[in-house]
């Protein structure tokens, strides 16, 4: 499989826990993106690292959001304390810009459910 | 509001019409592209305009793009029930991240 791999497809948690989704790009793609997209809406972008390196952080992403892109490959999303409106689709994206660029290739994201 | 916002929200037809989807965006983009994304379900990337180009085709899709009138339109030709989904537009800024905007719910009726 060559697409983009999120995992898992769905998580149901109790508000204050904490929670880690994984995305795995495409092998040769050096940029990933955190997405997140509530019923109704277009994606809102929280991150994105390019290689290891985490470029941008939306204002979105508070302080009990992390992200990490340890060895430039796959990506960990990790939230902590959850609340019940973090509930959302999270989606993970990735391009590479070494030929130019082109569109993004997104995985089939992560449904969370804060209880 | 949004950089990128589609036109209209949610649309109706029948099958073998076409469908035509418009989106307006604020500021200078290197590219734009559209998206279509069934329910409950990831993206699926359909079609990249650079801002240099002014029309572009793929299969059933054409896109044309306006940089004058900061627009793009989104044109489905002989639809088919399996085009029936969400369909966003996505600004590059700054060659950084993509902007979405709220998308066009298209239905396509048998």
């Known amino acids: 499989d060559t697409g983009v791999s999120q995992d898992p497809r769905h998580k149901i948690t109790k508000r204050g826990q904490n929670v880690t989704f994984r995305c795995d790009p495409i092998?040769?793609?050096?940029?990933l993106y955190w997405y997140r997209q509530t019923l109704g809406q277009g994606p809102e972008f929280l991150t994105y690292?390019?290689?290891?390196?985490?470029?941008?952080k939306s204002r979105l992403l508070s302080d009990r959001f992390s992200a990490e892109r340890p060895k430039g490959s796959f990506s960990t999303l990790e939230i902590q304390r959850t609340e019940q409106g973090d509930s959302a689709m999270y989606l993970c994206?990735?391009?590479?810009?070494?030929?130019?660029?082109?569109?993004?290739?997104f995985g089939s994201g992560t449904r969370l459910t804060v209880v | 509001s949004q950089q990128g916002e589609e036109d209209p929200q949610a649309l109706s037809i029948q099958e073998g019409e076409n469908a035509t989807m418009n989106c307006s965006y604020k500021?200078?983009?290197?590219?734009l592209q559209w998206y279509r994304q069934n329910s409950g379900r990831g993206l699926v990337h359909l079609i990249l305009?650079?801002?240099?180009?002014r029309e572009k085709h793929s299969g059933r899709l054409r896109v044309t793009l306006d940089t004058s009138k900061k627009s793009s339109s989104l044109l489905i030709t002989a639809s088919r029930a399996a085009d029936t989904a969400s369909y966003f537009c996505?600004?590059?800024?700054?060659?950084?991240?993509?902007?979405f905007g709220p998308g066009t719910r298209l239905s396509v009726l048998p």
């Open positions: 690292f390019q290689n290891e390196a985490q470029l941008e």
């Open positions: 305009i650079r801002s240099n180009e």
């Open positions: 994206a990735s391009r590479t810009t070494r030929t130019g660029g082109d569109g993004y290739t």
């Open positions: 996505a600004t590059d800024l700054r060659g950084q991240n993509f902007v």
């Open positions: 500021t200078s983009i290197n590219n």
């Open positions: 092998s040769e793609h050096n940029r």
